[in-house]
């Protein structure tokens, strides 16, 4: 045989070969590390999570406080130019056909041509012309003594070439109005004319009714009460307190493991018109674990019966009774769900933001825990399991633990608002006692989903 | 389970299927150890690293690929990370080819892989190592020499070496009780 062919046939035997191996001793030998590279990936993951929340946050954030700059300075222009109007504008002559500028009232003989400049307003209207219209309205029926007080005749804006005046130079003209006033307004968007009586187009005439005029009061602070639920991720951490502990901390670790948590809670919120504010309530947290073993027992045990039997001469036989041992094989699996329920008190300060129907907010402050109560079995030796409910393994109350979260609201109405809410809680507290030989704590990442009622 | 759901579980921390996965393969990627290590216990060591390795690694790992393939790789590259550098380093006189008619049929038909596995894991470490690597794994010099840090002509060295102790190791067994027994084994 050639070496090359050799050498063939020991790539072909040593690629398929299988080594014996006892692959349950490897696996658990590593699954310590597996378990801690798991939780690691899992955290990793939530560190995403968060960063892409915090980002869109910020952004979203971003982008509403400019919408909220913007609309402030239109606001700010609105008030300016009805200020202006109503203190500047001289009263509408009903002859001075000759104001009107680039369309003239006598050549809107037809219907259509009205239309056209309803719809050319329409068509102009700002995001936030709604108020615009409103102050329109009013300042139409300023001049109109004689229109009676309880409806408004909308009478037809003519538009002038001022109309088209760019946004910006709009913008700083308005700035320099609001510090230099009361100069006269340099500048009107809209030109206000009415056409003589006889000579007004047939126009569509809108009425109103006309509501009292009401002095807005702006709430110093808001109050409003929510509920909220969740379920989240749990990140347990069990260490052993020192070396004699070891050994119980891997006996726990192999056989129990974290499923989820959920909470439900109140919550009240004062927030100050500035967008601080303040929330407390009562929270329900509970977290649940599976608690796992497989063992077999074998238990001996000594019971009457035949110890052993005797032939005499005759050839009889005859039994000897006394204790004989009695050796008993169970195998069995255990599984319980342990659950760890808190109840706590929140308080959390926070900052809020509402942009028309939406709002965004991000808080953070701590869960006071007033009570912990546990329900299961941990491993207390190899083959021994105690009670965690009659053991005095853990505290009857945990301490603070810290909570941070975001979240995005939707006002489905005025006082009713839907959020989620992404949250982070981190409880450094070691949940067990201080003569239990394991430090237990948590780390909970969920999202939470509420309605809040605003008063 | 299929592979692609045991790599889909693994990928997403099922402890389920990264049990699955260490019972399934572990007998293959000890053989791949065990090739490299100086003894049982090293590949076992290197074996439990190359787990944690894979489970750490897998979300890289891209299905257009052999899964054995790729997890064998992992095996080789942390075996050779276990093996000290300095084996590799030594630079050897070319040796001649072994002849070609020095392998008799009826050798090799005796040889069990396990004795295989034995004859090879006998050869010193940098000379197993370049052996396997160019044998059994198919890296060409120019892999191996960046691998294990060497020049190409080192690569050549020692396989040149290696397949001559193996040569002689070879002739050896014929001559000992070990053949004699294995041939009754057969």
């Known amino acids: ?455 | 389970m299929t592979e692609a759901r045991l790599i889909q579980g693994c990928k997403s921390g099922e402890k389920d299927c990264q049990y699955l996965l260490v019972k399934q393969y572990a007998g293959m990627l000890l053989t791949v150890c065990r090739r490299y290590a100086r003894d049982e216990a090293m590949a076992k060591d290197i074996l439990q690293e190359t787990f944690l390795r894979i489970f750490s690694n897998i979300d890289k790992y891209e299905p257009t690929g052999s899964f054995e393939a790729w997890m064998r790789r992992i095996a080789v590259r942390r075996s050779l990370q276990w093996l000290e550098k300095s084996c590799f380093r030594q630079e050897a006189q070319p040796l001649e080819m072994p002849d070609e008619k020095s392998i008799e049929p009826e050798v090799y038909a005796q040889i069990g892989t396990e004795d295989l596995m034995q004859l090879i894991g006998n050869l010193p470490p940098g000379y197993r190592a370049v052996f396997n690597l160019y044998v059994v794994e198919n890296y060409s010099h120019q892999e191996i020499a960046d691998m294990l840090d060497i020049s190409e002509a080192t690569s050549r060295s020692q396989l040149t070496r290696a397949r001559h102790l193996l040569q002689q190791k070879l002739h050896q067994l014929k001559h000992s009780d070990h053949y004699e027994m294995a041939a009754v084994r057969k």
């Open chain 1, 1 to 455: 045989m050639k070496w090359q062919q050799f050498e063939n046939k020991i790539k072909a035997a040593l690629q398929g070969h299988q080594s014996e191996v006892d692959a349950d001793a490897i696996w658990a030998a590593i699954e310590p590390q597996v378990d801690a590279m798991n939780r690691r990936k899992k955290r990793q993951g939530f560190v995403w999570f968060w960063l892409v929340g915090l980002a869109l946050a910020v952004g979203a954030w971003g982008y509403f406080y400019q919408n909220e700059n913007s609309s402030d300075i239109e606001n700010r222009l609105q008030d300016m130019a009805v200020e202006n109007i109503a203190t500047h504008t001289p009263a509408p002559d009903n002859t001075g056909d000759n104001a009107l500028n680039s369309i003239h009232p006598d050549k809107l003989n037809t219907t259509g041509d009205s239309e056209k400049i309803a719809q050319h307003i329409v068509q102009n209207k700002t995001p936030h012309s709604r108020r615009t219209e409103n102050m329109q309205a009013n300042i139409i029926s300023q001049p109109e003594a004689e229109i009676a007080p309880t409806q408004l005749e909308i009478k037809p804006i003519y538009l002038t070439e001022t109309s088209s005046i760019n946004q910006e130079e709009l913008l700083l003209k308005t700035e320099e109005n609001i510090f230099t006033t009361p100069s006269p307004l340099p500048f009107l968007p809209i030109d206000l004319k009415y056409k003589d009586k006889n000579k007004q187009p047939d126009l569509p005439t809108i009425n109103l009714v006309e509501k009292a005029p009401q002095p807005i009061y702006r709430k110093k602070y808001f109050l409003s009460a929510g509920i909220q639920g969740s379920i989240s991720f749990v990140d347990r951490q069990l260490e052993a307190k020192d070396s004699n502990y070891t050994e119980l901390l891997s006996l726990r670790e192999r056989n129990e493991r974290e499923l989820e948590a959920f909470q439900f809670g109140l919550r009240l919120t004062l927030q100050h018109r500035s967008g601080l504010g303040l929330t407390s309530g009562l929270n329900f947290t509970q977290i649940n674990e599976q608690y796992r073993y497989y063992s077999t027992v074998i238990k001996v045990d000594t019971v009457p019966g035949i110890k052993y039997l005797v032939i005499n001469l005759d050839n009889d036989t005859i039994p000897i009774y006394g204790d004989v041992p009695l050796e008993t094989k169970t195998s069995y699996k255990k599984e319980y769900y342990n659950n760890y329920r808190m109840i706590e008190v929140p308080v959390l300060a926070g900052y809020h933001l509402r942009h028309r129907n939406f709002s965004l907010a991000a808080q953070a402050g701590v869960f006071v825990n007033v009570g912990l109560n546990v329900q299961g079995k941990v491993l207390q030796s190899v083959s021994e399991d105690v009670d965690i409910e009659e053991a005095d393994i853990y505290r009857s109350s945990v301490g603070l633990s810290y909570y941070f979260g975001v979240s995005a609201g939707y006002f489905i109405n005025d006082n009713i608002e839907a959020y989620i809410s992404p949250f982070m809680r981190y409880m450094p507290s070691n949940i067990a006692n201080d003569n239990y030989g394991l430090k237990q704590n948590y780390n909970l990442y969920g999202v939470n989903i509420g309605a809040a009622w605003h008063f």
